[in-house]
């Protein structure tokens, strides 16, 4: 199975800040990359997916960059709804697998 | 817009079978854009993906549960469902269904039900 790793595990930032997210995969996945975003007691919404292709509806505050092993979720101008956990995975081989998640808190 | 909503047993006792459903509507489980698919999270932790189903019956599942695991679509009712069968208290978790899109090459889980959680407990 691929292994997915984000860091940081959490994170606090404030309102207007900018914020990144990284997410590694334990093998070369492509572009094979998405991002959810998890608010409490909700379920997983899609942000970014293809590491890059900001999905309908989605803020453009979001983005996403990376390929291969390496990527990053940016959150630009955080707002106070962003507080979330943040998860990335891989669909590049079956199982899928998620990373551990990032939790985000406003400061 | 597509919907999907989870219903079955809130307990299940140790040993026993778990037996979700998920409803769609705003979309068809017989359509060949997409399959469908279950996702679980155990309390507080991270996501863990069960498997898929294709609008013909095809499935792929989790080699970790796959000894376990039964997946079937009705289209019919519009709905799929999942059996996990000898659980136990490790299969406490909020189950989720969802919409697999594959757009070009790319699978993406685009749609999800609210979960329902599930607990194994005598």
């Known amino acids: 199975d691929i292994q997915m790793t984000q860091s940081p595990s959490s994170l606090s930032a404030s309102v207007g800040d900018r914020v990144t997210i990284t997410c590694r995969a334990s093998q070369s996945i492509s572009l094979f990359l998405n991002w959810y975003q998890q608010k409490p007691g909700k379920a997983p919404n899609l942000l970014i997916y293809a590491a890059s292709s900001l999905q309908s509806g989605v803020p453009s505050r979001f983005s996403g960059s990376g390929s291969g092993a390496d990527f990053t979720l940016t959150i630009s101008n955080l707002q106070p709804e962003d507080l979330a956990t943040y998860y990335c995975?891989?669909?590049?081989?079956?199982?899928?697998?998620f990373g551990q998640g990032t939790k985000l808190e406003i400061k | 817009q597509v919907q999907l909503q989870e219903s079955g047993p809130g307990l299940v006792r140790p040993s026993q079978t778990l037996s979700l459903s998920c409803t769609v509507s705003?979309?068809?489980?017989?359509?060949?854009?997409?399959?469908w698919t279950w996702i679980r999270q155990h309390p507080g932790k991270g996501l863990e993906w069960i498997g898929y189903i294709s609008y013909s019956g095809n499935t792929y599942y989790n080699p970790a549960l796959k000894s376990r695991l039964a997946m079937s679509v009705d289209t019919s009712n519009n709905q799929f469902s999942l059996e996990l069968a000898s659980v136990t208290a490790a299969d406490t978790a909020v189950y989720y269904c969802a919409r697999i899109r594959s757009l070009r090459t790319v699978t993406m889980f685009d749609f999800w039900g609210q979960g329902t959680l599930v607990a194994v407990s005598s």
């Open positions: 995975q891989q669909s590049y081989s079956t199982p899928y697998t």
């Open positions: 705003g979309d068809s489980v017989g359509s060949t854009a997409y399959y």
